[in-house]
Structure formats: C-alpha cells, structure tokens
C-alpha cells in the first residue's frame, strides 16, 4: 500500500510563501496521479492542484498564478509552492495519489494526514 506524508506548513503572513511537500512510500510514485487538496473549518475538502503521472497540471481557480504544483519522481515527492498567500487560503492541506492499480489493492485513492496553513497578521 501507498504510505502519504504531508509536510511544510505553517504560520505565515499575507503576501508571503511556503512549499508544501508530500513524500509518498513504494517504487512505482512515477505511475501516480497526485493531488493537493485543501479543507478549513466548516467547509467541504476542496481540489488545489493536479499533476499527472505525465505532469500534466490543473489548478483550481482560486490559486490560479499563485500556486504551483510539481513533482519530483527520483524522491518520490510531490511538492506545492504557494505564493501571494492570502487569508482566505488558510486550510488543512492534503496529499491524495491515485492509479487504476489501486484498485487491485481494494482501494480507490490514497490520502496523507495533512499539513496546517494558517495565513494571518
């Protein structure tokens, strides 16, 4: 099974950054679809960023020119700098990864821990 990661978050101010990383267990992280995803207090878990196996990438609208998704398959991490942070994306942050094998091994996706971002002065 896939063993998920999250780490990088933190306090920071408006305006500045952090990169969020997620290192993944296993030998095969280059066949996964990964994601990053966010959830504050009292709303639904909401996609941020994609990046294919192939390293196609999609972004949710909100952190359009913002964020960046990317991935590093030699260390088996998926990574997220967010840039121009603003309050609003103050969130718990979640790795997701997913392939069709999944469901050989009974599961649909996989899912980290999560990582606290909190944006504040």
């Known amino acids: 099974q896939v063993q998920l990661v999250e780490s990088g978050g933190g306090l920071v101010q408006p305006g500045g950054s952090l990169r969020l990383s997620c290192a993944a267990s296993?030998?095969?992280?280059?066949?996964?679809?990964m994601g990053w995803y966010r959830q504050a207090p009292g709303k639904q878990r909401e996609l941020v960023a994609t990046i294919s196996s192939g390293g196609s990438t999609n972004y949710a609208d909100s952190v359009k020119g913002r964020f960046t998704i990317s991935r590093d398959n030699a260390k088996n991490t998926v990574y997220l700098q967010m840039n121009s942070l603003k309050p609003e994306d103050t969130a718990v942050y979640y790795c997701?990864?997913?392939?069709?094998?999944?469901?050989?091994?009974?599961?649909?996706?996989?899912w980290g821990q999560g990582t606290q971002v909190t944006v504040s002065s």
């Open positions: 997701n990864a997913y392939s069709r094998l999944f469901t050989s091994w009974g599961k649909d996706d996989y």
């Open positions: 296993g030998s095969i992280f280059s066949i996964y679809d």
